[in-house]
């Protein structure tokens, strides 16, 4: 095998390795989304959701408000008007005004950075998480969650989804049941939004905790297309000049 014969198979190997939202995606526990960062209006929205329902505990110090306004074409007054509610400037990162002691007193535990949240869980993850709270009074604030059992987190969407309660049914005792989070939890308690809608919120939320993981990440998969476009033209002028530099030695 040549160097070139290496190359080649090195180049395809590569091409089809799978990212990471392949591997989140191969639990077949989790409920699945499609990520679009390429939609400027479901970002927009997700940022939106993002400052009103997460940002209270939940700070993005990775994160600066001028950069949202940048890649997702929002004005500076419109972000002023709609995203910063403290007397953070634009330019400032999206900090939390709660200390770390007092968030671990209310909450038993420090709420994370939210940052790269998606990349260390996973779009899928969150989707999902988000999806299966339910009322369980023994819990601190009442609630519980299937794919993170004992969360400490309240469930702050509340509000839009309604409260779900989980579902006993002699079902469970049979071979042919498949136990899913669909069957699983049952909505008690309407919430503002529909389930349609509700859905809807969540992937946009996913969607943008997505973007905010990597913001430059459309831009980095276009300029990594003409790198290895360039490399592969550079390697075949520098393979056919190798040939005739040694092909009298040989």
Known sequence: MNFFELFVKLVLVISVIPSYEVFATSNSKLMHMEVDLSNQQSLQRGAKVFVNYCQSCHSANYMRYNRIGEDLDIAEDILKENLIFSEDKVGDVMSISMKKKDSANFFGVTPPDLSVIARSRGPDWLYTYLHT?????????????????????????????????????????SVFYKPTYKNSLELITPGLQSEKEYDATLRDLVNYLVYMGEPIKLKRKKIGFWVIFYLSILFVITYMLKRDYWRDIH
Request: proline content about 5%; aromatic content about 14%.
């Open 133 to 173: 709270f339910y009322i369980d009074e023994s819990r601190p604030f009442g609630v519980n969650n299937l794919t993170y059992k004992d969360t400490a987190m309240p469930h702050v969407l509340w509000e839009l989804q309604g409260f779900q309660q989980l579902v006993n049914t002699g079902k469970r005792g």
